[in-house]
């Protein structure tokens, strides 16, 4: 075998094929999607991101706009969940002379206690980090066990 050829079959990566994966893994496909997509196995995968930086690079980079992607929208429905939101729900009947006829109803979510408290929690951390309490509780019991060190050195051996 010559230098040029190592054995094995010919790659078919081209820098084109970065953008592709850019795509495919900002969509949130896995990496055994990705491999189905492209027409090959997990372990070239894997492959090329170790012999083609810009391709890793890609990779990573869709990876980490899919995750920004999907934080933007988990806050928005944390949000609409502690504030409280309305919901139309449409339903077709069929009334009793045979005719059909479409009915919207609008539904009233109330305000989530337990999205309230983490949107606090994470917007306005001085004033409701649950840590206060804790450390409020903390302190409390230093103080009891100061006092009971206390009465024990009073007691008699």
């Not at 230098?3 to 084109?16: A, L």
């Not at 492209?38 to 980490?64: E, M, R």
């Not at 979510?109 to 994470?122: E, K, R, S």
Request: hydrophobic share 30%; proline share 4%; glycine share 6%.
């Amino acid at each position: 075998m010559t230098e040029k050829n190592k054995g094995g079959r010919p790659t078919i990566y081209s820098d084109k094929l970065d953008e592709q994966v850019y795509k495919l893994k900002r969509q949130g496909m896995s990496d055994v999607e990705v491999a189905d997509f492209f027409g090959f196995c997990t372990s070239t995968l894997d492959n090329w991101k170790n012999q083609y930086p810009t391709f890793l690079g890609c990779y990573k980079k869709g990876l980490a706009d899919k995750e920004a992607h999907d934080i933007v929208k988990v806050k928005n429905a944390l949000l609409r969940r502690a504030k409280g939101l309305s919901l139309k729900e449409t339903r077709e009947e069929v009334a009793d002379d045979g005719r059909t006829k479409t009915i919207t109803v609008t539904k009233e979510v109330a305000p989530d206690t337990t999205a309230c408290a983490i949107w606090l929690n994470n917007k306005a951390p001085d004033e409701f980090k649950p840590r206060k309490a804790a450390e409020e509780d903390k302190e409390q019991d230093d103080s009891l066990a100061n006092a009971l060190s206390k009465l024990a050195d009073k007691l008699p051996d």
